[in-house]
């Protein structure tokens, strides 16, 4: 495939390396608003990790010109509405993930169906915590916002989650909602930990990860099988065919 890489920070140098290596094209990058200026590529797909403030722009400059667009951005999502209208009157394609590791994916079912379990336990408290590189720039990060979300939709227990300070200090916790703590540390790709406790005993799942290896390979697969497709798409469309 001829991929555009948009944003060339490590995720976007990874994703180049691996994209060749696997015998794609990388036809150019955008790393700024200027370079879609006199943008006269051929791309049969776009694959974005830019910044929030930059990723509506660059969904909508895709559209306009016919790519269709992988994206690993994350705290845009207020902008959703705005993005899924632009690729409906286009007729465009997008694919979008929090974390398109297929470790995490597969702890996303295993959150959910904690939360489950747990719904009728409530000696239980939850917190999660999120430890990233000190690069990383929103806090939480969208993959605990998703875990986050997916806590919320099958617990009803729970009203919300909150950015919390760490460490938890006593009376921080709010009633029906619970903390996220987001620590920023040298070195570290990502690691998320969902604890239940109670008096007793807690419960706790973790996923941590080793690289950024994980997350170019997801992101590829899913450029791959967004070829030939309109609509707005994510990483249960793409596993629920594996």
Same mark, same amino acid.
């Given at each position: 495939?001829?991929?555009?890489?948009?944003?060339?920070?490590?995720?976007?140098?990874?994703?180049?390396?691996?994209?060749?290596?696997?015998?794609?094209?990388?036809?150019?990058?955008?790393?700024?608003? $200027?370079?879609?200026?006199?943008?006269?590529?051929?791309?049969?797909?776009?694959?974005?990790?830019?910044?929030?403030?930059?990723?509506?722009?660059?969904?909508?400059?895709?559209?306009?010109?016919?790519?269709?667009?992988?994206?690993?951005?994350?705290?845009?999502?207020?902008?959703?509405?705005?993005?899924?209208?632009?690729?409906?009157?286009?007729?465009?394609?997008? *694919?979008?993930? $929090?974390? *398109?590791?297929?470790?995490?994916?597969?702890?996303?079912?295993?959150?959910?169906?904690?939360?489950?379990?747990?719904?009728?336990?409530?000696?239980?408290?939850?917190?999660?915590?999120?430890? %990233? %590189?000190?690069?990383?720039?929103?806090?939480?990060?969208?993959?605990?916002?998703?875990?986050?979300?997916?806590?919320?939709?099958?617990?009803?227990?729970?009203?919300?989650?909150?950015?919390?300070?760490?460490?938890?200090?006593?009376?921080?916790?709010?009633?029906?909602?619970?903390?996220? *703590?987001?620590?920023?540390?040298?070195?570290?790709?990502?690691? %998320?930990?969902?604890?239940?406790?109670?008096?007793?005993?807690?419960?706790?799942?973790?996923?941590?990860?080793?690289?950024?290896?994980?997350?170019?390979?997801?992101?590829?697969?899913?450029?791959?099988?967004?070829?030939?497709?309109?609509?707005? *798409?994510?990483?249960?469309?793409?596993?629920?065919?594996?």
């Amino acid at each position: 495939m001829k991929i555009l890489l948009i944003g060339y920070g490590k995720m976007g140098q990874t994703l180049d390396k691996m994209a060749q290596a696997a015998g794609h094209e990388v036809v150019g990058k955008i790393n700024q608003a $200027s370079d879609w200026d006199n943008f006269e590529l051929e791309a049969e797909v776009a694959i974005e990790f830019s910044q929030p403030d930059a990723a509506l722009n660059n969904y909508l400059a895709c559209f306009e010109r016919g790519i269709p667009v992988v994206s690993g951005t994350t705290a845009w999502l207020a902008d959703w509405d705005k993005m899924a209208a632009a690729c409906e009157e286009k007729k465009g394609a997008f *694919f979008y993930a $929090s974390n *398109f590791s297929i470790g995490v994916n597969l702890f996303f079912a295993l959150n959910e169906r904690l939360a489950e379990l747990m719904a009728g336990q409530p000696q239980y408290q939850l917190e999660m915590e999120e430890i %990233h %590189h000190l690069e990383k720039k929103d806090a939480p990060s969208g993959t605990a916002i998703s875990l986050a979300q997916g806590v919320l939709a099958h617990n009803k227990r729970f009203e919300d989650w909150y950015l919390a300070e760490f460490p938890n200090l006593e009376g921080s916790q709010k009633e029906n909602h619970f903390p996220i *703590f987001a620590l920023r540390e040298a070195g570290v790709p990502g690691t %998320h930990s969902l604890k239940y406790a109670s008096s007793e005993d807690e419960i706790i799942i973790t996923h941590r990860a080793k690289g950024r290896i994980g997350f170019a390979a997801g992101a590829l697969k899913a450029a791959e099988w967004l070829a030939g497709k309109n609509g707005v *798409f994510g990483m249960k469309d793409l596993l629920k065919e594996q």
